[in-house]
């Protein structure tokens, strides 16, 4: 065995079976998956009655949390947190759990097909013909584009690799998840105050006092459950429970679990945070940078819906902070002036002079694989992507891991744009609405039967790289869409072939792995690839064990001039409307019926959406729960039932993103309103969209839909006990 | 007439401090329902659908309560509370039960539900102050290849038939097993059901309340900690440790 793991202590692993993924090392190329056995006949790492256990990548979400799944007898039994792991110490959220239901999901696409768009038929085909269609749109890299999700990381080096070679322009990805975390808006923030675009690191679990612009962090920012530890962290403080202040019209689940609500009306988070600014600066050096000079406290605290004293009393308290830390969620930055706030609540941490220091903001970690920041696609780009297709010179499109038709908000006008393509091809591993408009869908795996990796682009503050392993065999005649597009490489021939010289998935992984090989500081060091991608496999990926975070520095930020400003809503309505992402589905957990029978966790609604509107408000339009209403945007129009919640501003509205598929499998289907409807096209100077600078109209319609929520039983059989 | 010896009952249980027990620690459950989807995946939990969820048919053993307080601006929360079975060790459920299906574990401590004894009377139900209790009103549907990954530890229930949280004795029994093979106790902390396992927070403590130094025992006597309708007397084992709001407050 290696060095840092005795052969004892490694037998002790197994033993416990923790993370005792089945050991390969050494094994030919046909041990490499794993394959479902008769009962009467078990592979040899399988006893009757005893569970194994495989280490892998969680791919719900981008964030990479380890996984270790049990199985038994070539089914997958129950997933659990991978404890070795970094990001999650073993630990997992709702999403995580449910992704059972992606494997053994009723309405999975099972064998390659075409079809007629739209139509929901489907004539198998088979692999060969699959490849040879895939390998006709590389003979044409100029007409050919790549629009990716963001998970797995592997498949997207791969395609990037494989565009440059051949000239195709590069792969762009995207997640609904990137628009509602605005993360274009916090890289770019970060290269303008910071010199360097990154998703940043904010060390919650050190902090005493914290901010919270709009940050779910609890729920569905950037890595939750990483952060929930680190919230839990601040909660037990070594010397001090943490304090946290959260900034945002709705209570969020984030917001409940903070100390003070904050109900700032939105767009108004620039004033505020520099507001903060100066009232902090001057408490504690006495004078206000050139930065937060020009704000009027008592005009932003004014606009903001917010008393003088409170704002003063917030400024105090984070004065007073030992390890202040201000973190920019993705509802602030979705504003026309997204950009500008992310930078003043950047430069509000380098006044407080956290960078760098425990409860404070840092640099991500080097990545393993490569230095570069590797951020979605910002709207801006979409929109770029769309007009391409729009003007025919795009001739095939290749969609993978993302759902755009349903993902992306409607008056881009993707569907449309869709039409004008020739050949679309999906990659999709259910019948969602892009895979329905495609002509092809050759489906993946999905995540629990595929290889690869994810970089872990935040949560953490140790490098990472995130292994995934089949845990099961495919349970269908799928196809992973690296190997697929290894074989049309090969096909193709020329540059595509010559950039893609790898016999399988496995040897193209391993070729990125290569330089991990003896490299130090790891968690486990092996000499040879053999054994290195024996204790890859076995521990879900490969890690350092000391942080290697960097500390950003901000030299010049607090000397710029700024004249912060109100943002400014698209729309004539008289409501904002603040569009958040379910905090249990998510972008892609529709699919999943226990996700869908998973309450929701401030309203408790189950198999649908809702508008949630304070009581005042419903009062006045004669609304009451339940009540159906048209809201409608300058930019369509959805029909939701309403949730009365004291929780929220009177002038906003809130409707949850997940629900209102057309397609996606029968749990999905016809369920709920897709606000991706009512979101326009406005843009920050980042380039992302402004989702949460949208006002919206709203009009009974005498109809009554009543929501399926968990509360009602309890609230109901409480006050029956009482009687 | 028989002679009635309920106080005696009542005391010879109120020396015991019970066998396994959970503390939840308020002030970190984010309220994320990770805990939810855990426990539905580890015990089988069917789903029910939207109709029959609306009419409060839904068979979550763990659920997660909160309530909010007041007008805006002046809201506030009451904190998130993830209510379970609290495996009372002077069960309410129990002797309303006509056939002997919900009893109380000797060796356990814990209450069980015996599925097969179960005719569906539901006075368990109607007897339980938390509300722990689901019943299966249906069949209901796990369309193929779901069953896939049912659990085999743990029994498939079909209509007619009430089930509740077990502390998952399945895994209780299975690192008894393991200790008992190598001659051993089982350690404090070796036994987590799958809400504790997958809470992102930590905030589900599992262990043994007979060792007063396992971590449970200790969280469950500090001066957080109170139970759900103590004053019943149904002597519950879980312990909910309470918010700290004003706990380190600056300014």
């Known amino acids: 065995m290696t060095e840092q793991l005795s052969r004892r202590d490694f037998l002790k692993l197994v033993g416990t079976g923790a993370a005792s993924a089945a050991v390969l090392t050494g094994c030919g190329p046909a041990s490499r998956y794993v394959t479902r056995e008769p009962y009467t006949k078990m592979p040899e790492y399988t006893y009757n009655g005893q569970s194994t256990y495989y280490a892998t990548t969680c791919r719900e979400c981008a964030a990479g949390c380890g996984l270790v799944v049990r199985t ?29 239901h992606s494997l053994y999901n009723p309405d999975r696409i099972q064998e390659p097909s075409s079809h007629v768009r739209g139509d929901r038929d489907f004539s198998t085909t088979d692999w060969d013909t699959a490849t040879g269609i895939v390998a006709e749109a590389l003979k044409n890299p100029a007409e050919t584009a790549f629009l990716l999700g963001l998970a797995p ?15 195709a322009p590069a792969p762009l990805r995207y997640g609904a998840l990137s628009l509602f975390e605005a993360r274009t808006t916090l890289g770019e923030a970060s290269r303008i105050v910071f010199g360097k675009p990154d998703l940043l690191f904010f060390d919650l679990g050190n ?32 010397n001090r429970r943490g304090y946290l202040v959260q900034f945002e019209a709705r209570m969020s689940q984030t917001a409940m679990k903070a100390d003070e609500w904050a109900a700032i009306l939105p767009g108004t988070e620039e004033l505020v945070a520099a507001a903060l600014g100066k009232l902090v600066a001057e408490q504690k050096f006495g004078s206000a940078p050139a930065l937060f000079e020009a704000v009027d406290v008592a005009q932003a605290a004014d606009a903001a819906g917010l008393p003088l004293e409170t704002l003063e009393r917030y400024a105090t308290i984070l004065a007073q902070a030992q390890n202040p830390l201000v973190i920019p969620g993705g509802a602030a930055l979705g504003q026309s002036n997204g950009l500008e706030i992310a930078q003043v609540i950047l430069s509000l941490n380098a006044l407080l002079g956290n960078l760098g220091k425990p409860g404070g903001v840092y640099h991500s970690p080097a990545s393993p694989l490569t230095n570069s920041y590797r951020r979605p696609a910002s709207i801006k780009e979409i929109s770029a992507l769309i007009e391409k297709l729009n003007s025919g010179k795009i001739k095939t499109l290749i969609v993978h891991g993302v759902n755009p038709v349903f993902e992306l908000p409607t008056s881009l006008g993707f569907e449309a744009a869709l039409a004008k393509v020739p050949t679309v091809i999906s990659l999709a591993s259910f019948p969602d609405e892009t895979a329905i408009l495609a002509d092809y869908v050759f489906p993946d795996h999905t995540g629990l039967e595929s290889w690869g990796y994810q970089q872990v682009s935040a949560g953490t503050g140790q490098t990472l790289l995130s292994g995934a392993q089949p845990v099961v065999a495919p349970y269908y005649n799928t196809k992973s869409t690296t190997d697929v597009l290894l074989a049309a490489a090969a096909v193709a021939g020329g540059k595509a072939a010559a950039a893609l010289p790898f016999k399988d998935e496995i040897e193209f992984i391993q070729g990125k792995l290569a330089g991990l090989v003896g490299a130090e500081g790891g968690f486990f060091n092996a000499a040879d690839m053999p054994s290195f991608w024996a204790e890859f496999q076995q521990f879900g990926g490969w890690w350092k064990n000391d942080p290697s975070l960097g500390t950003p520095s901000a030299a010049s930020a607090l000397e710029k001039k700024l004249t912060p400003a109100a943002a400014q809503p698209e729309g004539d309505g008289e409501f904002h409307l603040l569009v958040f992402p379910s905090p249990i589905l998510a972008e892609a957990g529709a699919n999943k019926p226990w996700l869908q029978e998973t309450p929701d966790p401030t309203t408790t609604v189950m198999w649908n959406s809702w508008l949630e509107m304070n009581p005042v408000t419903a009062e006045e339009l004669g609304l009451t729960d339940d009540d159906v209403v048209r809201v409608s945007s300058a930019f369509g129009e959805v029909e939701v039932s309403v949730y009365k919640v004291p929780a929220i501003r009177p002038e906003v509205v809130a409707i949850p993103f997940g629900q209102g598929h057309t397609a996606y499998g029968r749990y999905a289907e016809n369920r709920g309103a897709n606000p991706g409807k009512l979101l326009g096209a406005q843009i920050n100077a980042a380039g992302d969209l402004a989702f949460a600078g949208v006002k919206v109209k709203i009009e009974k319609t005498g109809k009554k839909r009543p929501l399926s929520r968990l509360e009602g039983r309890t609230r109901l059989e409480a006050a029956e006990n009482k009687g | 007439m028989a002679k009635h010896n309920i106080p005696e009952v009542k005391a010879d249980l109120e020396n015991t401090t019970g066998i396994w027990g959970m503390a939840i620690d308020q002030d970190l459950c984010t309220g994320c329902q990770a805990c939810v989807a855990a426990c539905a995946m580890e ?15 839904s068979l979550h053993w763990l659920r997660i309560e909160h309530a909010f307080e007041g007008e805006f601006p002046e809201v506030q929360t009451s904190g998130f509370q993830p209510v379970l079975c609290q ?4 069960a309410p459920c129990e002797p309303v039960c006509p056939v002997f299906a919900s009893v109380h574990s000797q060796a356990q401590d814990l209450n069980l539900q015996v599925y097969n004894r179960c005719v569906g009377t539901r006075y368990c139900a109607n007897n339980c102050p938390y509300v722990a209790r689901v019943f299966n009103m249906r069949d209901y549907d796990r369309p193929e290849p779901l069953s896939n990954q049912l659990n085999p530890d743990v029994t498939v229930r079909r209509r007619g038939i009430m089930e509740k949280c077990t502390f998952c004795i399945q895994r209780i029994h299975k690192v008894e097993d393991q200790a008992k093979s190598e001659g051993r106790e089982v350690l404090d902390g070796e036994m987590q059901p799958a809400c504790a396992q997958a809470c992102p927070a930590d905030a589900i403590i599992f262990g043994r309340l007979d060792d007063p130094e396992s971590r449970v025992s200790k969280l469950a006597k500090t001066g957080r900690g109170s139970q759900l309708f103590e004053d019943l007397g149904t002597l519950p084992r879980v312990t909910y440790l309470k918010e700290e709001k004003d706990y380190g407050r600056l300014g």
Request: charge should be positive; glycine fraction near 12%.
């Open chain 1, 72 to 100: 038994m007898q070539g089914r997958a039994i129950k997933v659990e947190g991978n404890k070795y792991h970094p990001v999650n110490l073993g630990k997992t959220c709702a999403r995580g759990q449910a992704t059972l």
């Open chain 1, 153 to 167: 990381d592997h498949l997207f080096d791969l395609v990037s690799d494989l565009c440059k070679a051949i000239g």
């Open chain 1, 207 to 238: 902090a005493d006092v914290t901010f919270s612009f709009g940050a779910n962090f609890l729920e569905t920012w950037i890595s939750p459950v990483a952060y929930t530890r680190g919230f839990a962290q601040m909660r037990r403080g070594t």
């Open chain 2, 43 to 57: 015990n089988n939990i069917a789903f029910v659908g939207e109709t029959d969820a609306g009419y409060g048919r």
């Open chain 2, 87 to 90: 495996q009372c060790g002077n």
